[in-house]
């Protein structure tokens, strides 16, 4: 085939139209990416195609010169169909990290903790010495859950502003990039609005899928204030269920277990060790105790 540029000149030359068509023309078919396209597929080309692809190639340049607001996110491509050249539209790199980004936090449900949760991952967080242990477990967890969405889950323990709820944010965050659902509830306001669903009648139901979800952590465990009914028929109930499907769940704790285990067994109006111990039992079964330290990053 003839050089492309020779090509473009003749098709120019023989265009039977106004100056104003030709310089339109012109400055298509010499428009930097066209002329890397035509050269790129010069010997799948010839004159004729190129002639009868005129209307697209001057769509394509318009589109890349003037954006259309309705297709913001997509860029155009030249690509051949057929016997002419045609135009498809790919979302921008941009637009793929956007769509990523929006169906990933559609699989992260919080229940009573800040929406900015969404946004943290484990680059972001600080690498610090007491934080260590945490972090490589966490990234042991992530890598493993791709072939084992059955893998045991962590009980991260420490002091007040350690940082432990941002590093099971991340967590949640990489899962669900991985495609799974996860529920994150912050465990004092869950009891507290338990009676919520007294009204409709849809407690059995929320606390069935709580206990479902493919990757549950609770936040904050052994802040809120109990009932006997709500560690029994609630949390009981939950954790009884993922124990026996054996779904990963974590745990955020200013207590150690042994210290969780004390509060369990003290509710409203009773004292109960030997509940409490059973509820321990199915917490030590779900998770492996890790504690983070460092200082209070709230202040």
């Given amino acids: 085939m003839q050089p492309i540029s020779d090509v473009i000149s003749k098709i120019i030359k023989d265009r039977n139209l106004d100056k104003n068509s030709d310089s339109l023309t012109e400055q298509a078919l010499n428009n930097s990416q066209v002329r890397d396209f035509l050269n790129k597929n010069r010997d799948k080309l010839n004159k004729t195609m190129i002639a009868a692809s005129l209307p697209n190639i001057f769509t394509y340049v318009d589109q890349i010169t003037h954006p259309n607001s309705v297709m913001a996110g997509y860029k155009p491509q030249l690509f051949i169909n057929g016997n002419v050249i045609d135009i498809r539209f790919s979302a921008t790199e941009q637009k793929v990290k956007e769509t990523e980004l929006a169906k990933r936090q559609k699989r992260i449900e919080l229940i009573d903790l800040p929406s900015k949760l969404r ?8 690498q610090n010495a007491q934080r260590r242990e945490a972090l490589v477990e ?116 200013n207590m150690d277990m042994n210290a969780l285990e004390q509060h369990l067994a003290e509710t409203k109006n009773s004292l109960d060790e030997v509940k409490a111990k059973r509820l321990m039992q199915r917490i030590r079964y779900l998770s492996r105790e890790v504690f983070v330290g460092g200082e209070n990053r709230r202040f």
């Fill in 138 to 253: 966490v990234a042991n967890f992530i890598k493993n859950f791709k072939q084992n969405h059955h893998a045991k889950g962590l009980y991260l323990e420490g002091d007040f502003g350690v940082g432990k709820t941002y590093i099971l944010a991340a967590l949640a965050n990489a899962v669900a990039s991985q495609g799974s659902k996860v529920i994150f509830l912050h465990v004092p306001s869950f009891i507290a609005g338990l009676s919520s669903h007294f009204q409709d009648n849809s407690l059995n139901e929320e606390i069935d899928r709580i206990a479902s979800a493919p990757v549950l952590i609770f936040d904050d465990i052994g802040a809120e204030t109990l009932s006997e009914w709500s560690r029994d028929d609630v949390l009981g109930v939950i954790l009884q269920k993922r124990m026996d499907n054996d779904l990963p769940t974590f745990f955020s704790s």
């Fill in 119 to 126: 946004n943290v991952d484990l680059v972001s967080l600080d």
